[in-house]
C-alpha cells in the first residue's frame, strides 16, 4: 500500500512567519501534486512537480519535489491569514491513480 | 479547467437507506473520480468512472455497496446503498483535466447517517 505521511499535522502561526510541510512516502510517484482545501469545498490544486529535483514557485509558495521522487516539500514565506487551510499532496502513479497525503492543517493568526 | 458541481451539497438519512450523489462536469472529460473524506482528514478514493465501462474500486470499496454509473463523458453518479452512520462522510467527485496532472474537484456532498 502506497503512503504519504504528511508533517506536521497541525500548525498554528501567526502571521508574517515562514513554514515548511513536508510529504513523505517510501513510494515513488510519476509526480506530486499540492491541493489546498477550505471548508465546504472541494481540494484546489496549487501545484504539479514531475522531475526529480524540481522546484516551483508560486507567489509566495515555494515547492520542491525530492530528487528519487518520493518526497516533496511545500514552503510558505510570510503566511497570510487567507493562505488557512488544508493541505494536501498527493503522488500520481504509473496508472494514473491519485495517492493523497495525510493532510496538514494551517491556521494563521493575524 | 473544468468546473464540476455536485448534488445535492448535504443531506441527512436514516439507516438502511440509499443516497445518490451527482456530478456534473462542464466539459467532456475521460475519468471522472469518486473519493470519500472525512472532514478535516485526507482523500480516499473510492473508484475510479470512466465512460463506457464498469467503475474499477479500490480494496475496501464494493459495487454492492457504492454503484456507480457513467452514462456520458460529463455526468457521473454514486449510490451509497443501505447507510449505516459508518458512511457519514464527505463525498468528492473529480475529473481529470486534458493532463493526467490536472484533477479538478467538486465541492462535495456532506452525508450524515442517523
Known amino acids: 500500500t502506497q503512503l504519504l505521511e504528511q508533517s506536521p499535522q497541525f500548525l498554528s502561526i501567526q502571521e508574517g512567519e515562514n513554514l515548511t510541510v513536508y510529504c513523505n512516502s517510501s513510494s515513488v510517484f510519476s509526480s506530486l501534486q499540492w491541493y489546498r482545501q477550505e471548508p465546504g469545498e472541494g481540494p484546489v490544486l496549487l501545484v504539479t512537480v514531475v522531475t526529480g529535483g524540481e522546484v516551483k514557485k508560486l507567489k509566495r509558495l515555494t515547492f520542491q519535489f525530492g530528487d528519487a521522487r518520493k518526497d516533496s516539500s511545500l514552503h510558505i514565506t510570510a503566511a497570510q491569514p487567507g493562505d488557512t487551510g488544508l493541505y494536501l499532496c498527493?503522488?500520481?502513479?504509473?496508472?494514473?491513480?491519485?495517492?493523497f497525503g495525510t493532510g496538514t492543517r494551517l491556521k494563521v493568526l493575524a | 479547467s473544468a468546473v464540476i458541481s455536485q448534488k445535492p451539497s448535504r443531506d441527512i438519512c436514516q439507516r438502511g437507506t440509499s443516497l445518490t450523489i451527482q456530478c456534473q462536469v462542464d466539459?467532456?472529460?475521460?475519468?471522472m473520480f469518486w473519493y470519500r473524506q472525512q472532514p478535516g482528514q485526507s482523500l480516499t478514493l473510492i473508484a475510479t468512472a470512466n465512460q463506457g465501462s464498469e467503475a474499477t474500486y479500490e480494496s475496501g470499496f464494493v459495487i454492492d455497496k457504492f454503484p456507480i454509473s457513467r452514462p456520458n463523458l460529463t455526468f457521473s453518479t454514486l449510490t451509497v446503498s443501505n447507510m449505516s452512520p459508518e458512511d457519514s462522510s464527505i463525498y468528492l467527485c473529480s475529473a481529470q483535466g486534458d493532463s493526467y496532472n490536472e484533477q479538478f474537484f467538486g465541492p462535495g456532498t456532506r452525508l450524515t447517517v442517523l
Open positions: 498527493a503522488g500520481v502513479t504509473g496508472t494514473y491513480k491519485y495517492i
Open positions: 466539459s467532456q472529460v475521460t475519468m
